[in-house]
């Protein structure tokens, strides 16, 4: 008889003696795997891979959540996704893969379909992606049906051959326009009118019944564990009691970004707009006044806003033009400002949903009075708990957002990700902070992030080093002589050029350049395009636009890209012959209410957060070059911070952190490299 099906003594220690049988069982398939059968396919023997598998495994059985740098080329996928998939079809429960790149999901789905037919198994595979990668039937119905609109040829078109998903209309349609057409404010109620021709209805209703394995990217996952916590139904079967979170260096920005609200004028005005006009005519004008006092009171809090922006810009020690976020004042007028505001937008609300209520109206949609409802909601409680939250001002361009999350985001991770019945594997190529010392120390950071459980409840592994050969196929080039980046920095950007030309020079382009601040990055390309250069320079655009560029990148054997942001991770280069990997100016955060905060939390100084930030930046920046046993190449730091002399405090551990260990400070040292390397001669 088989154990699996026989329930006669099903106490909670029969389960528990019946599902660590089952593992041991699977650990004797994972080992039989890899040591007899996986060569049989021709795969590659990788012992880096092989270890993560095992112990993983290991996890399972001793009920434990578990951690593991694998750096690149372990093969940390088919790692995790031999024993996930076994653990699915021996426990007939789904298992859920997040990411935080759509490139990986994507990956992952051929890797899943790749490794399952070495297994013997065929479970369903979900790819949900976000919603906002798919078309809303209804919304680009309204759209091509509005006079005012001007459609494009390419979504008209896409709509003609019943395209679904963004990435089938083509690469022209402006992300303005897909914007207007994609799914915004999804609802399993209020979208069940389109089930039957809404792809993203299928992807939210095939994920509750699932038995298989769900791709999806973080903050989806984070969104169904927030509803379990709160004893609602989930977005996935909540069956799933096993998840694996790839590229967990994010996990706790994604978290807070999932818990983060941000308002800022425009949005408040459009919502106001919206909600007005989907009252009748005659019932507008009873609030009308109220209109006017809520759109009075958004003014006035956001001038004051941008006020306290100017004043950070013009009072900070370095900088803060290149400044991301800035610190919300609570002194001052402005908490009573947004007090004000908050009571204007609760009684024009209140008073759209009362004449709302009285319009019987069949299939009248409502969403945006319940979404300013919402917004009033959420104001609300920032002001009740003003003292637990974290409140930050974003400037992008012309425009001030508000926005504020919880404190606590450390502690939010961990009731999510390890304090329910799931056990969490996650993993990623730089997650930790130091080679040296216990593996608690080296894992400290994100431990500290994530609240990540060690001891009895959580296994951290021995970090998987790269089995790339970097010392023989790359080289550090660091500079000890520009003038320092935050407190000479227009004198830092010239110099700065004059030694990113220089470097180019010796690779005749062939490379990607990777800023820390979106605003550097605008100067040099601006200064880069006056010259005549032998070679393309291309800078990353935003939305859909970024894929013409990456793709005109990847075709242009010399062309220069620079980028900023994801580029440091998140694209795919692949089929692109790279050289050379630039980091123009080490990617120490400006102040920042986040970073400082972390330093409050932690009590220690503010280098003592920052830096290791910077360590597993420019870990990743390095990971951009070799990617395989034969890349070889340059990394460039144009920054002087990590000079040998005079050596700053964090010199010796950032060095030490960092996979290649041939470095030079020599431009004619770094040439002769260069020269010697393969991919030169070509």
Known sequence: MDNRFYFGFNTSEERKKRRKAELYSMSEQVSTFFWDEAPQHGLEMREGQQDMSFEIVDALINDQHFAIEAGVGIGKS????????????????????????????????????AVMPLLGLNRDVILAKGQTHYLCNKRADEYMCDPKADPPDALKEGIKQKYEERKDFPEVLPQGVWDKVNVQRFSMKNCGSCEKKCKYYKVRAALKYTEGVVLCNQDFLTQHLMKLRRGQDGLINAAADLLVVDEAHNLDDKVRSATTERFGQGMLFGMIKSAFYELRSSDQSSVSGEKREAESAIIAFYNCLKAQVQKQINEAEQDMRYADRFFFDQNGSAVELLTEMNAAIHNLSSSIQIYSSMDFRNNRSFAASDDLDAVSESLSELLDRIDDMLIWIEQRGSNTELVYCPKNTREIVSRLYFN???????????????????????????ISNTGFPVGERGCLSEPKPSPYPYDEHAMIYYCDDLPHPTKEHEAFIEKGVERLLEILNISNGKALVLFTAKTDMEEVYSILSEKNLPYKILMQQPGS???????????????????????????????????????????FPVPDPI???????????????????????????IGRLIRNFTDTGIVCIIDRRLRDEPPERYHDITWDSLPIKNRTSSLDELRKFYEGLPSAKE
């Not at 995790?80 to 990986?104: D, F, G, Q």
């Not at 594997?425 to 400290?444: D, F, K, M, P, V």
Request: net charge negative; charged share 25%.
């Open 545 to 587: 636009s970024q894929d013409k560029v990456l793709n005109e990148f990847k075709e242009d054997t010399n062309s220069v890209l620079l980028g900023t942001g994801a580029y440091w991770e998140g694209i795919s280069i692949e089929g692109k012959s790279l050289s050379n990997v630039i980091i123009f100016r080490l990617p």
């Open 420 to 446: 329910g019945d799931e056990r969490t594997i996650l993993t990623s190529a730089t997650l930790t902070n130091a080679t040296s010392g216990s593996l608690e120390e080296q894992y400290s950071y994100f």
């Open 595 to 621: 970073i400082e905060y972390k330093c409050s939390v932690a009590k220690d100084a503010l280098m003592d957060v920052r830096v290791p930030e910077m360590i597993i930046k420019l870990k990743q920046g």
């Open 78 to 113: 088919f790692g995790y996704l031999v024993p996930v998939l076994l653990y699915s079809k021996r426990m007939n429960k789904p298992v859920i893969i997040a990411t935080s790149t759509i490139a990986l999901q994507e990956q992952l789905w051929r890797d899943v379909h």
